[in-house]
């Protein structure tokens, strides 16, 4: 069931940046974990980064870390990815994901809600 919406893709040149937005329903999530996870074409879906809603705990894949930062914003109800230092291994379909669980690792649990995607496509 599609319950979350992401936004801020687009197209950037290597060595840019982008900040992606998913909208959380209510407080569907407010015990539970919040995650972005990206499926480039031919690809399969794979982890980014994700955060405990009410803080305290973020996970960040290997190859985004120290690129990327996992945030929430508690006036909009967003979950944001801030994005750095891009390069076209980042180019993918973006999907924020949720989860009414949490585990120490963050990516461990299942994420059994999800946006329809936004696109990020890095130039060389």
């Known amino acids: 069931q599609v319950q979350l919406e992401e936004s801020g893709g687009g197209l950037v040149q290597t060595g840019g940046s982008l900040r992606l937005s998913c909208v959380v329903p209510?407080?569907?999530?407010?015990?539970?974990?919040m995650a972005w996870f990206r499926q480039a074409p031919g690809k399969a879906r794979e982890f980014v980064a994700g955060?405990?809603?009410?803080?305290?705990?973020?996970d960040y894949a290997e190859s985004v870390k120290g690129r990327f930062t996992v945030s929430k914003d508690n006036a909009k109800n967003t979950l944001e990815l801030q994005m750095k230092g891009l390069n076209p291994e980042d180019t993918a379909v973006y999907y924020c994901?949720?989860?009414?669980?949490?585990?120490?690792?963050?990516?461990?649990?299942?994420?059994?809600?999800w946006g329809r995607g936004t696109q990020v496509i890095v130039s060389s």
């Open positions: 994901a949720g989860s009414k669980f949490r585990s120490t690792v963050v990516r461990s649990v299942k994420f059994d809600y």
């Open positions: 209510g407080r569907t999530f407010v015990d539970g974990s």
């Open positions: 955060m405990w809603w009410f803080g305290g705990r973020t």
